[in-house]
């Protein structure tokens, strides 16, 4: 199954109606792809960076995605384990 994660999910200055997906003491903010890129990398995870692509929620920002192909981890879980990363890499 694939997997999208966009930078929005995880921002703690967005709010939920705008694409935030975890709470915000579980955010981050302004988090970049390259940080969530080291993130999985550092959990040996595979993925893909897009940098030229834009959340639809914010369609005028470049801000990037990245996809997870055959992930077999929730994404909620794995959301809070980059988040947690990009906390501890800071």
């Not at 903010?29 to 990398?41: C, D, H, Y």
């Not at 992930?71 to 501890?88: A, D, G, H, V, Y």
Request: aromatic share 6%; charged share 35%.
């Amino acid at each position: 199954m694939k997997t999208i994660i966009w930078p929005s999910y995880i921002d703690a200055n967005i709010t939920r109606k705008f694409g935030r997906k975890l709470s915000k003491a579980e955010s981050v903010e302004e988090p970049k792809v390259k940080e969530i890129s080291q993130a999985l990398r550092k959990h040996k995870i595979e993925h893909i960076v897009e940098h030229d692509k834009a959340f639809p929620a914010t369609w005028w920002e470049k801000s990037g995605r990245i996809i997870i192909k055959d992930n077999q981890t929730p994404k909620m879980e794995l959301l809070r384990l980059i988040s947690k990363s990009i906390k501890q890499s800071r």
